[in-house]
């Protein structure tokens, strides 16, 4: 017990002041449901914003390392990597597991151990049945899971705080144990867009006008049968999308004042074009990447790709990475991920360029520019009078320089 609570000591003391009551379920702050349903499966930005940043993530190809080396056959990590569970590929898991991520700002990953305490299959959970329980040192102690009036809890080691859940989380300035998710940061955006979309849409099925009223001119007057069969007659005959540029017959002095606004009044196209690019803002997803106008940030296309996966991407992935390896490490004796970027084409691209302004250089040698692309330097084989001969790649570099050396080089493919 005495390591024990030396351990203990180690804690943050501030950490105790997250909780007032020990061992009291902590509920996700915020309505799941209602931002899932606004701001993802009613509206088509961030419908696409969460799934760009998404399959950008789960796309990309992987390796599994160890002691900073790819590790060559087969491998526990790359066959539960390669197929997280029997109902999912690695690709629908990532997906699944970032989206919820991005909904919500918290990501749950169950592993259910095998033999050794291996995982055997990673499970991605849905954010808003998760909830955590803290303890009185404002560590989680355990998770609580719930669907369908069933309960399922996992215990967090209190030393190492591992556990069967992987709890990734989104910077939360306002909550010690939940992260904050960009469709929060966007729900504004998100509700103009949704509104200018419902107007839009309201405005076609009344013929494309403006809401109005009939006036009756000083002195004229209807009776409660005509009244009646008049407006009988506008909501069979000049009402919805069908009846749109019918004229309209009055008499007895009634006029037609409208009441509302046009769309060129309203400015709603561009107000709806706004709160896209703010949705897309909110996700890091450049505008130009979902074909919403206005936006000139970046020269073209190619430009928005880059910078989305620099900015936006590379950045998500370092978090993903983060959590999984330091989790993965101890089951599998140190083994981890680690992603190709190489195999990214808005990377490979920029990477291109540099290499052919590597080769164009006057000033580096061979094996400097073969140290620059991530490559080792060569060695040369040269014959002599008692057979071939090794150099290394100081005297390699010397050999290359003669005449024989660039000829060789050139055939290679590199610049003199």
Not at 10 to 38: G, I, M
Not at 147 to 171: A, C, S, Y
Not at 279 to 287: I, Q, S
Not at 339 to 347: C, H, Q, R, S
Request: glycine residues 8%; hydrophobic residues 35%; contains cysteine.
């Amino acid at each position: 017990m005495a390591f024990f609570d030396f351990l203990r000591t180690k804690a943050s003391a501030a950490s105790r002041t997250f909780v007032t009551n020990p061992n009291q379920p902590r509920w996700t702050p915020r309505d799941y449901t209602a931002l899932a349903r606004e701001g993802y499966r009613m509206n088509v930005v961030g419908y696409q914003a969460v799934n760009r940043v998404a399959d950008a993530i789960a796309t990309i190809e992987w390796e599994v390392w160890k002691d900073d080396k790819p590790i060559e056959g087969p491998h526990p990590l790359k066959d539960l990597w390669a197929r997280p569970n029997q109902q999912q590929s690695r690709s629908e898991f990532l997906r699944a597991n970032v989206g919820f991520m991005l909904l919500s700002g918290n990501g749950y990953t169950e592993a259910a151990e095998g033999v050794r305490g291996r995982p055997t299959e990673l499970y991605a959970l849905r954010s808003d049945r998760m909830k955590l329980i803290p303890n009185a040192e404002g560590q989680v102690e355990r998770y609580v899971y719930t669907n369908n009036g069933k309960k399922v809890r996992w215990d967090v080691d209190p030393i190492t705080g591992n556990g069967p859940i992987l709890h990734m989380k989104m910077f939360n300035p306002l909550d010690d144990f939940y992260g904050m998710s960009p469709i929060e940061a966007g729900a504004f955006a998100i509700d103009q867009h949704n509104e200018s979309m419902k107007w839009m849409q309201a405005l076609l099925q009344n013929s494309a006008r403006p809401s109005g009223a009939l006036v009756l001119k000083e002195g004229a007057n209807i009776g409660d049968e005509q009244f009646s069969r008049l407006q009988g007659q506008i909501e069979e005959q000049y009402s919805g999308s069908a009846n749109a540029g019918r004229p309209m017959l009055l008499e007895n002095g009634l006029t037609w004042q409208a009441m509302g606004f046009s769309p060129q009044d309203m400015s709603n196209l561009e107000t709806k074009y706004s709160s896209a690019r703010d949705v897309c803002l909110a996700f890091g997803v450049p505008p130009q990447l979902l074909g919403i106008p206005g936006d000139n940030t970046y020269s073209n296309y190619k430009e928005a790709r880059l910078a989305f996966y620099e900015d936006t991407i590379i950045p998500l992935l370092s978090q993903v990475l983060g959590s999984y390896n330091p989790w993965f490490a101890e089951p599998f004796d140190g083994a981890y991920l680690v992603p190709d970027l190489d195999k990214i084409p808005a990377i490979a691209e920029k990477r291109q360029e540099k290499w052919d302004m590597i080769d164009k250089s006057r000033e580096l040698t061979i094996n400097e520019r073969r140290e620059a692309k991530g490559y080792a330097p060569i060695e040369t084989v040269v014959p002599t009078e008692n057979g071939n001969r090794l150099l290394g790649p100081e005297r390699a570099e010397a050999a290359v320089n003669t005449a024989e050396g660039k000829a060789l080089m050139a055939r290679l493919g590199y610049g003199s």
